[in-house]
Nanobody, 125 residues
Framework: QVQLVESGGGLVQTGGSLTLSCAASGRTISIYTMGWFRQAPGKEREFVAAIIWDGRSTTYADSVKGRFTISRDNAKNTVYLQMNSLEPEDTGVYSC??????????????????WGQGTQVTVSS
């Protein structure tokens, strides 16, 4: 029904920048909120950022506020995550997710209906 594909991951040095992309296809009208999550080895998946697909509202985890920016390009059905001032703690597999309309701003994986396969981001110390 909905397919999400992430790209843009890679290796970057501390303080560097990286931009991730998430391309959506299929029934994209089903997606109301797009979110980014990350998971480091041995740790739980954590919320990073979210954006209303057809709106301007954005939400960020405290750990990335001021450094990461989530944006969208509806013409391309793509959501981006611009990451600046990267730190080793930002290392992990970053996954994009789509949520159908629901009350509030979803921050947990359970609230999202569609998932990409993830892209690795490694920040060298």
């Amino acid at each position: 029904q909905v397919q999400l594909v992430e790209s843009g991951g890679g290796l970057v040095q501390t303080g560097g920048s990286l931009t991730l992309s998430c391309a959506a296809s299929g029934r994209t009208i089903s997606i109301y909120t797009m979110g980014w999550f990350r998971q480091a080895p041995g740790k739980e998946r954590e919320f990073v950022a979210a954006i209303i697909w057809d709106g301007r509202s954005t939400t960020y985890a405290d750990s990335v506020k001021g450094r990461f920016t989530i944006s969208r390009d509806n013409a391309k059905n793509t959501v981006y995550l611009q990451m600046n001032s990267l730190e080793p703690e930002d290392t992990g597999v970053y996954s994009c997710a789509g949520a159908r309309p629901a009350l509030g701003q979803p921050r947990t994986p359970r609230q999202y209906d569609y998932w990409g396969q993830g892209t690795q981001v490694t920040v060298s110390s």
